[in-house]
């Protein structure tokens, strides 16, 4: 697609529930990238992903968060059984190759709202 | 130590002078360095990148790196109210692609 594409936009759960969000890249980035942004904070870096190798998975916080992704495609980022404080706003972004290899083009976001 | 650290702000310039946004990273070995604008309640986009100690411009926006110091900076020229918004630093530290962020700078440009 022309742009990054998450969703859903909005997400209203209540505690102990799990949540899945979706992104879906530009077509042909091979890299994608999952961040946290609470309210009024900085974005914190969660997962990255790069064509068929395996994951950064270092800034998952805990083992309650989990993401996937099929080759060059789609990627789902799973938490389960939520809690308050994973409310927040999460960023999908993609980068390709060449010389703005590691700029990234971000999606509008997933909102998430735990109850 | 955060990775990349930036001043919270709030930094309050007047319309038409030079915003001075501010950047140190922890990692000597870092080679890509980015700035991302944010504006409230939307996502990050890319002003500008860095690779080379020096300088760069883009129209009213200069980058600055200083690897020695591990430093980078952004000025704004002209500032105008329109340029409100937070201003986040990234990092690709050594070995790899990932992008680390700062927390940020707000800025107000007063008219």
Not at chain 1, 16 to 45: M, N
Not at chain 1, 87 to 97: M, P
Request: with cysteine; charged share 20%; aromatic share 10%.
């Amino acid at each position: 697609g022309a742009g990054v594409s998450q969703s859903p936009s909005n997400k209203v759960t209540e505690k102990g529930k799990d949540v899945e969000l979706r992104c879906d890249p530009i077509s042909g980035h091979t890299a994608l990238y999952w961040y946290r942004q609470r309210l009024g904070q900085g974005l914190e870096f969660l997962i990255y992903f790069q064509g068929n190798s395996a994951p950064d998975k270092s800034g998952l916080p805990s083992d309650r968060f989990s993401a996937e992704r099929t080759g060059e495609s789609v990627s789902t980022l799973t938490i389960q059984r939520t809690q308050q404080e994973d409310s927040a706003v999460y960023l999908c972004a993609s980068s390709g190759l060449g010389s703005g290899a590691n700029v990234l083009t971000f999606g509008a976001g997933s909102r998430l709202t735990v109850l | 130590q955060k990775e990349v650290e930036q001043n919270s702000g709030p930094l309050s310039v007047p319309e038409g002078a030079i915003a001075s946004l501010n950047c140190t990273y922890s990692d000597r070995g870092s080679q890509s360095f980015f700035w991302y604008r944010q504006y409230s309640g939307k996502s990050p986009e890319l002003i500008m990148f860095i690779y080379s100690n020096g300088d760069k411009e883009d129209g009213r926006f200069t980058a600055q790196l200083n690897k020695a110091s591990q430093y980078v900076s952004l000025l704004i020229r002209d500032s105008q109210p329109s340029d409100s918004a937070t201003y986040l630093c990234a990092v690709n530290p050594a070995g790899g692609f990932k992008t680390i962020f700062g927390a940020g700078t707000r800025l107000f440009v007063k008219a």
